[in-house]
């Protein structure tokens, strides 16, 4: 039913049309602007020589969702912490796409000897909080009117789960 892999260029338009449709229509991305398919390269280029995951979720011939981590910040002594994110296309929610490659990025990590994962995620976006939850991440912090998007103030909570 579910096959979880590692991104391939292949991949590259269907990732692009799922992260177009958060930015375009929710607060999952805090960007305004779609991307084009040499923004999405890019992404995927940099990703590879950082060593960094950007997993799909293959279902019913086609990725229906994808999954990454980089290291939470640019400084030597977060080295072994990863923010991490899932998106699943809008036609395929609801079918555990989402845990399927949350437990694969968290296994990752662990196998990487990462010590912490991060989520940063919009506080409006209660069932993203309770579906981290389920995966043992607790809340942390939360961050008011950090963020700006369809002319309104976003708020940021970010959990944490100790690999």
């Given at each position: 039913m579910?096959?979880?892999?590692?991104?391939?260029?292949?991949?590259?338009?269907y990732i692009q049309e799922i992260m177009n449709d958060a930015v375009l229509n929710t607060t999952a991305i805090y960007d305004y602007h779609e991307r084009?398919?040499?923004y999405v390269?890019?992404?995927?280029?940099?990703m590879q020589k950082q060593s960094m995951p950007i997993l799909v979720c293959a279902y019913e011939g086609r990725c229906a969702g994808y999954g990454c981590y980089t290291i939470f910040r640019p400084k030597?002594?977060?080295?072994?912490?990863?923010?991490?994110?899932?998106y699943v296309h809008k036609?395929?929610?609801?079918?555990?796409?989402?845990?399927?490659l949350l437990n694969a990025l968290i296994e990752r990590a662990r196998s990487e000897n990462y010590h912490t994962m991060i989520a940063g995620i919009d506080a409006e976006n209660t069932?993203?909080?309770?579906?981290?939850?389920?995966?043992?991440?607790?809340?942390?912090?939360?961050?008011?009117?950090?963020?700006?998007?369809?002319?309104?103030?976003?708020?940021?909570?970010?959990?944490?789960?100790?690999?």
């Open positions: 579910f096959t979880i892999r590692n991104a391939k260029e292949c991949d590259l338009p084009d398919g040499q390269k890019n992404w995927f280029d940099n030597d002594g977060y080295r072994f912490c990863v923010e991490h994110s899932v036609d395929f929610r609801g079918k555990g796409i989402g845990a399927e069932f993203s909080i309770e579906f981290h939850k389920k995966y043992g991440f607790t809340e942390v912090g939360y961050l008011k009117e950090v963020g700006f998007k369809f002319d309104r103030w976003l708020d940021l909570v970010f959990m944490e789960k100790i690999l």
